[in-house]
């Protein structure tokens, strides 16, 4: 990871606006949602991409109280709310009532909304309200994103379900308990605790259906690749999911001089978290070097080319829609339309495919053989328990 070794210790306050936009009458809405609706002029730089997700977050003129080092949302970011990014892209305040009517009037393919939480003392409130409006003027499922400092008791995410959510993630974002606590914790002055998060994760797994509770998790904030699988894997051995993002630098954030994590790291982030959560492979059977980097994912050389081929590993992972495929694509989520995609929005062409390969094991610390003779894919099925009928869709 070529980042800095310091945070920079020269912070000044945002300034704090006179706006009287605010939830529950206003949200923050993605720009890729924006021009889907009308709301903003653009297009997707890649003609492949179709919306099948609408996400939005509570906004408020002092934005967030917490300061996660890495967020455009953060207290302690200088810019105005209306220069505000959050993952590198511009979110538009736009009135719910009007953004309610567009999403029914106007002619689209998302089949999911995410209702995003500030840390806010107000912000459960309002998303409640907003989840439940929603609900009942809309088709869209419906998820809620929660922060889960605002949650307190499993009451909480009983009223989040009974609104109308059918599902929640966590965004626990840093993979190790330090990280959490280094980025999103005391050092930065935030609310945010690591024991707290899981807390609501697992309370979460309580009262939404089997299946439906997720978490976040940010690639590049300074773990290895065996601690970013580790938190997938502790995950999933809650029946939880993880939804993975790759960290982009947010300027005027305390990481906004460090750089996004290479794209080794990340697409063998991507893969594994696809092999743990999708085909039900243990993390026990990857293979890292010193450095924690993945050089075997225990595959033989046939499946691992049928994997890597069908390009779903490197495809956004979010919630799902009524058939179980992904609704919450992200186009603009993990980098801008000039760099070289991250995570695939739709299903990565052939020509995408091969600079996946090579990117999958380009920039590895040691020289270590990535395969191995090992056993069929039948045997595979049957040691590992791995759900292999996923690799014929
Ligand atoms: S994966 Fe997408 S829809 Fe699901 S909670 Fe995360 S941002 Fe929201």
């Not at 070529?2 to 920079?8: D, F, G, M």
């Not at 709301?39 to 109280?65: H, M």
């Amino acid at each position: 990871m070529s980042q800095k070794n310091t945070q920079s210790d020269t912070i000044e306050l945002r300034p704090v606006q006179d706006d009287f936009r605010q939830s529950p009458d206003y949200v923050m809405t993605s720009l890729a949602g924006a021009i889907t609706l009308g709301f903003e002029k653009g297009k997707f730089a890649r003609e492949e991409t179709v919306l099948r997700g609408l996400n939005i977050l509570t906004t408020y003129p002092e934005n967030c109280v917490a300061n996660c080092s890495y967020c455009g949302m953060s207290r302690e970011r200088r810019v105005p709310r209306e220069e505000s990014t959050f993952i590198r892209v511009k979110w538009p305040i736009v009135p719910v009532d009007e953004l309610i009517e567009k999403s029914v009037q106007v002619s689209h393919q998302m089949r999911r909304l995410c209702v995003g939480m500030l840390a806010n003392r107000q912000s459960f409130d309002h998303s409640l309200q907003i989840i439940q409006q929603f609900h009942e003027k809309t088709p869209l499922l419906i998820s809620g994103l929660i922060t889960a400092s605002l949650i307190k008791k499993r009451e909480d995410l009983e009223m989040i379900r009974d609104a109308g959510a059918d599902r929640v993630d966590i965004a626990i974002d840093a993979a190790t308990p330090e990280l959490f606590d280094k980025h999103r914790g005391r050092p930065v002055k935030g609310p945010h605790r690591w024991d707290h998060f899981w807390w609501v994760t697992e309370e979460a797994t309580k009262v939404f259906e089997p299946g439906t509770v997720g978490i976040h998790l940010v690639a590049g904030l300074g773990e290895s690749e065996e601690e970013l699988l580790a938190a997938c894997q502790k995950a999933q051995d809650m029946n939880v999911v993880t939804h993975l993002f790759s960290f982009n630098p947010e300027p005027s954030t305390l990481l906004g001089d460090y750089s996004q994590p290479s794209m080794g790291h990340y697409r063998r982030c991507q893969l594994g978290r696809y092999l743990i959560n999708e085909l039900g492979i243990h993390l026990h059977h990857f293979r890292f070097n010193t450095a924690g980097q993945v050089v075997d994912f225990g595959l033989d050389p046939k499946t691992f080319d049928k994997i890597v081929e069908s390009g779903r590993p490197f495809m956004t992972s979010g919630c799902p829609d009524e058939q179980g495929e992904t609704a919450c694509n992200r186009p603009y989520g993990n980098g801008r339309p000039s760099e070289k995609i991250r995570n695939f929005a739709f299903a990565p062409t052939v020509r995408d495919v091969e600079d996946i390969h090579t990117q999958l094991f380009a920039d590895l610390t040691q020289d270590v053989d990535t395969r191995f003779d090992g056993p069929d894919e039948n045997t595979l099925i049957a040691s590992k328990g791995g759900n292999f009928a996923e690799l014929g869709k």
